[in-house]
């Protein structure tokens, strides 16, 4: 990865893999929204994760759920603000089993920060948004 903005991603998984909370702060907005799938479903959460509030939160629910959790990005596009980051997660639990499956995020940007994050279970879902996308 090259550009500033794929750096940027891989700034944020790397620090998100090593449960480096500094690290993700230091890439985030402090107005950051963040919608997973997979770990929200688990707990039964449907609000987003806002802020540095919900990073702990977001943090203390994967350590409840999750025994091992990773994230990997093999592709990142922009449009305008917006980041299309296909890849996989990697996540395993005695009790939901191991999965290992491909996975989209859409990451919204402003100056430099991530301040809005989505992940989908479908990546087809994330294409059709990012593409509605100007710019």
Sequence with gaps: MGADHEVLVERLYDAFNDRDKEEIVAVC???MGFYPFGTAEAVG???PYSGTD???EY???IALIWEELQI???SVERRADTLLV???VY???RELGIRDMPAAWLWELRDGLFVRGE???EAEQAVARFEAIEG
């Design 29 to 31: 907005s402090e107005e």
């Design 45 to 47: 959460r449907a609000a």
């Design 54 to 56: 919900g990073l702990n």
């Design 59 to 61: 943090m203390a629910d």
């Design 72 to 74: 990997s990005a093999s």
């Design 86 to 88: 296909h890849g996989r």
């Design 91 to 93: 996540a395993r639990s």
């Design 119 to 121: 992940v989908f279970p």
